[in-house]
């Protein structure tokens, strides 16, 4: 199973960014999805989930309104859309899988694979 993260990069508030998860070695249209994010001092954070047909999407009140998941499962792509960024944004953002078996449980502790992470960072 491989998740590669890009299209991260420094943007001042009020920015958008637009990250990219390319996933490997799994059939991806089988699995919903996960972006959660690691601010400096912090735990990680859960951002958002997709489900298997992209139909079903799940935000944090943080950047509910803001960010937009989606999935392109013929490209085995996950995707981010980040408007309107704020300094409190900035955060190593990583695209996750979630186990099977996760049900309604949108919590970290259904993820069963990561990526390796892209920085995001909104300033002036």
């Known amino acids: 199973v491989q998740l590669v993260e890009s299209g991260g990069g420094m943007v001042q508030p009020g920015g958008s960014l637009r990250l990219s998860c390319a996933t490997s070695?799994?059939?991806?249209?089988?699995?919903?999805m996960t972006w959660a994010r690691q601010a400096p001092g912090k735990g990680p954070e859960w951002v958002s989930s997709?489900?298997?047909?992209?139909?079903?999407?799940f935000y944090a009140d943080s950047v509910k309104g803001r960010f937009t998941i989606s999935r392109d499962n013929a490209n085995n792509t996950l995707y981010l859309q980040m408007n309107s960024l704020k300094p409190e944004d900035t955060a190593l953002y990583y695209c996750?899988?979630?186990?099977?078996?996760?049900?309604?449980?949108?919590?970290?502790?259904?993820?069963?694979?990561w990526g390796q992470g892209t920085q995001v960072t909104v300033s002036l």
């Open positions: 070695g799994f059939r991806f249209s089988t699995y919903d």
């Open positions: 996750a899988r979630r186990s099977l078996d996760a049900n309604d449980d949108l919590s970290l502790d259904t993820i069963d694979y």
């Open positions: 997709i489900n298997t047909n992209g139909e079903g999407t």
